[in-house]
């Protein structure tokens, strides 16, 4: 066992038994709501440090069934019940966590019950939940409203939410949009002073810098930037590949065409 592991089992240890002396004696419905609350907040505190350990998560339950309604207990019980096969458990937590009169609590409560029907194929459910968290000012909410309302074909509040989430996912987001749209122009200034924060947004930029380049016969430009574009999300790899392959055709090169 090296050093590291021993650290982390002595903190794995003192959070387990933090955890057990939390949930012994947990607050009833009777108990001061000052109390009960200072409690939870404690209790989700070691929650989030130690979400993947199911002795930790067992041992807190108490805490956070015994602070029902408490929205912070709501949001807990809803992380914990996650790990469970059946998925809308977690997500009823939720639920009654973002029509809690805290607006920070539910808005977190809206974009997991969100996030959580998105996975589960159900966007129309979703949706409502998604606005609630991008009004709230929830960037990965914003996104992925943005990307339900692109799908729904509502580009105009789509392309709203996408200037909501503010990061330069969304920016991508918004020059795709362009892109399909025909409009090179409005595409390329939704990049002016754009910084790429990960290798797939610098790839990501490449492909729609590149697109840009090819439609505007810039040959040379389009082949640098697409050649970059391997990495981007989606389809982009194989788009770039063809028109990579469209390019060498220009240049009279078939064997980099066929290549």
């Known amino acids: 066992m090296t050093s590291k592991d021993l650290e982390h089992e002595l903190a794995r240890g003192e959070a387990l038994s933090l955890a057990r002396l939390l949930g012994r004696d947990a607050p009833t419905a009777g108990d001061p709501v000052a109390f009960t609350a200072t409690r939870v907040r404690i209790a989700a505190v070691v ?3 130690w979400s993947t350990d199911s002795d930790i998560r067992d041992a807190l339950r ?3 069934e015994a602070a029902v309604p ?15 096969r059946h998925g809308r458990l977690a997500r009823s937590w939720w639920v009654q966590a973002a029509a809690g ?3 920070d609590l539910a808005a977190l409560g809206a974009w997991r019950a969100g996030r959580a029907d998105l996975r589960g194929g159900r966007p129309d459910d979703a949706l409502p939940l998604l606005r609630q968290a991008d009004l ?3 960037t990965e909410a914003s996104l992925a409203l943005g990307r339900l309302l692109e799908k729904r074909g509502e580009p105009a509040d789509a392309d709203a939410a996408f200037r909501r989430a503010r990061t330069g996912e969304d ?11 025909d409009d090179l122009d409005r595409a390329e200034r939704e990049l002016t002073g754009f910084c790429a924060g990960s290798e797939l947004q610098r790839s990501w930029e ?3 810098r590149g697109e840009i380049a090819f439609w505007r016969g810039d040959l040379e430009v389009a082949e640098s930037r697409l050649g970059a574009a391997m990495s981007a999300p989606g389809s982009w790899p194989r788009r770039a590949r063809l028109r990579l392959a469209q390019i060498a055709i220009a240049q009279a090169d078939p064997v980099m065409a066929h290549h």
Do not use: S
């Not at 408490?70 to 469970?84: E, H, K, N, V």
């Not at 920016?171 to 749209?181: F, G, K, P, Q, Y």
């Open 206 to 208: 490449c492909a729609i």
């Open 171 to 181: 920016l991508l987001c918004l020059a795709e949009e362009h892109l399909r749209a």
């Open 70 to 84: 408490d929205q912070r207990a709501l949001l807990a019980l809803g992380d914990i019940d996650a790990w469970l």
């Open 47 to 49: 929650l989030a440090a």
């Open 101 to 103: 009169p805290d607006p």
């Open 136 to 138: 709230a000012g929830i």
């Open 62 to 64: 108490p805490v956070f």
